[in-house]
Structure formats: C-alpha cells, structure tokens
C-alpha cells in the first residue's frame, strides 16, 4: 500500500522527562539499537520524521555520529537501505522544540498522542486515529524510553492510545518492538483480519 498523499505523522522518542522503575522522573540515554530499528520502521510505515528527543549535547554528539557514520561515512555506500532510514531521524532539545517545528512545517499543531503500557483516562482508539490520519490530520506520537513517558507529558497530550495486550498478561515490550506494533496497527495493510 503506497502512503496516503495526505498523510502527516511524525514520531517523537522521548528521552526526558520519562520515569525510572519506582516512578521518579529521570533522563535516559540514547542506543543504537533505539535508532536504527525504530527509523527502520518509520520508513517501512511512511512516518515523516523520527525526532530523537533529549536535552543532553553528549546524547546529541552521539546521535549525530551514529547519523555521520551511516548518511555520509563508510556505512552510506556499505548500506544504502540503513541509510535511507535514518534520513528520518532528527535530534530535538525538547517536546516544545519538535511541536513548534511540526507545527510551523505542517500549518498547524500536531495532534499530541502519549503510548503506555497502562491504560489511561484520556484513549483514543487505533480505528479513530487511522482515520484522522486517512484525512490527513498532522499526528506526533509519542513513544517513552525508560519505564514510560513522566506524568506530565500524558496529562498534556490530546489523547493516549490503548497499550499492546495480549492473553499472556505479561506487558513490557521494548519500545522498538512497541513503534512497530503500533505503527503497523495505524499505517499497515490488514487484508483478511
């Protein structure tokens, strides 16, 4: 299925503020894996653009050498493919920053989508939010490193989406394996489900 002229969405890793195991707000760090796999599926599903959202320069120095290596160093001619996924990937400050940027690159804010792992007050379907897409709403969903995006990032979203179940009751996906369901679920093809 070729992407939806209108379709605008975006996608926002966030580094801080997220929580650490006992709820305390924390700052996380970057990883490869992080990058690589998740810009692998936001160019597999359509997404616009992969921001990588940390206020630490020592994680931008990293982001930025990890791109290097792979958009204009050896790892450009060794792996085209790599490379045309990580063109996604852009590194923002904070939340604030990318909002401002989606806003002023698509005319108007973004609707603002948390994930969890928990269900939250404010949900929205995956069904609504497929069609807000189709009708070309812009959409910057947020996905948490860590233990989950902090308190204050849910409570000013739009809407949250329903966490990923499943009949095992176990529910801690890795956020990589969480993009790529979730993703899938807005933007796949789903012939014959």
């Known amino acids: 299925m070729s992407k939806e002229k209108n379709q605008a969405i975006d996608i926002a890793l966030i580094h801080y503020p997220v929580i650490n195991k006992t709820g305390e707000t924390i700052g996380s760090a970057v990883t490869n894996l992080d990058l690589h796999d998740i810009a692998r599926a936001a160019r597999t599903f359509g997404v616009d653009h992969y921001y990588i959202v940390t206020p630490y320069t020592d994680q931008h120095i990293l982001v930025q050498e990890i791109l290097d290596h792979w958009q204009t160093g050896y790892g450009a001619t060794y792996n085209p493919a790599r490379k045309t996924a990580l063109d996604r990937v852009k590194i923002a400050e904070s ?11 698509r005319g108007q ?13 404010n949900s929205i379907s995956y069904r609504e939010t497929r069609r807000r897409i189709t009708i070309g709403e812009p959409i910057l ?3 948490g490193t860590a233990h989950g995006l902090a308190p204050e990032l849910s409570e000013t979203a739009d809407y949250t989406l329903p966490p990923i179940e499943s009949t095992t009751g176990y529910n801690h996906l890795s956020v990589r394996s969480a993009v790529s369901i979730i993703l899938d679920r807005l933007l796949g093809v789903h012939e014959g489900l």
């Open 95 to 105: 939340l604030e920053a990318v909002i401002s940027l989606i806003t002023e690159q």
């Open 141 to 143: 969903l947020l996905f």
């Open 109 to 121: 804010k973004p609707l603002i989508l948390t994930t969890s792992a928990r269900v939250q007050k």
